[in-house]
Structure formats: structure tokens, C-alpha cells
Nanobody, 121 residues
Framework: QVQLVESGGGLVQPGGSLRLSCAASGSIIFSVNAMGWYRQGPGKERDLVARITSGGSTNFADSVKGRFTISRDNAKNTVYLQMNSLKPEDTAVYYC??????????????WGQGTQVTVSS
């Protein structure tokens, strides 16, 4: 199968920074296509934060534009989310997401287990 392993969450003060990482692995992976980050705050739906294609095209939620950047290392099948100028409203569980083409030619979507980001003084 496929695993998305996230790291980098934690507690940070308002105005601080965090960097999330997510690595995709699995014997059935032929190629990793778009990768991204979603978040779900308490009592809220899971929403897109940022997404990056295999070619490097990006899109961001309006609420994070200018503060967050997304990048990837295709050789490592890893996506990064650099979060700067964090606000309390960024507090959420952040989930990694990836579209993967399997060795059998199927396009499948996978999610990580989630990592908690808490912005508080």
C-alpha cells in the first residue's frame, strides 16, 4: 500500500513559524502527482491549505497567501509546508494529501494521519 508520513507539528506562539513535512512511500507507487495540505479546526470542515503539482504549480487558500509556502522534493516524494506569521486561527490538525498513480495505472488518493498545529501564547 501507500503511506504518507507527516512530521513537524507542534505548539508555537502567534507570529512564529513551523515547517511540516510529508513523505509518500509504498511499493505500489508508480508516480506521485499533486501533493497538498488540508486542515481541520475544532468543529470545522477539512479545507485546503495549499497544493502543489508534480510540475511545481501551486495554489493556496486565501487565508494563508503571503504567509505559507509549499514546496516538494520529487526525488524523495516529499512535500513541505512552511508556515510563517502564524495566527491562532491557524490552529488545526493538518493533513497531508496526495494523488498517486499506481504501478497498475490507477489514480488513487491518500491521506496522512494528521499532525496537530497549535498557535497560542
Amino acid at each position: 500500500q501507500v503511506q504518507l508520513v507527516e512530521s513537524g507539528g507542534g505548539l508555537v506562539q502567534p507570529g512564529g513559524s513551523l515547517r511540516l513535512s510529508c513523505a509518500a512511500s509504498g511499493s505500489i507507487i508508480f508516480s506521485v502527482n499533486a501533493m497538498g495540505w488540508y486542515r481541520q479546526g475544532p468543529g470545522k470542515e477539512r479545507d485546503l491549505v495549499a497544493r502543489i503539482t508534480s510540475g511545481g504549480s501551486t495554489n493556496f487558500a486565501d487565508s494563508v497567501k503571503g504567509r505559507f509556502t509549499i514546496s516538494r522534493d520529487n526525488a524523495k516524494n516529499t512535500v513541505y509546508l512552511q508556515m510563517n506569521s502564524l495566527k491562532p486561527e491557524d490552529t488545526a490538525v493538518y493533513y497531508c494529501n496526495s494523488d498517486i498513480t499506481t504501478i497498475w495505472g490507477f489514480l488513487e488518493e491518500y491521506w496522512g494521519q494528521g499532525t496537530q498545529v497549535t498557535v497560542s501564547s
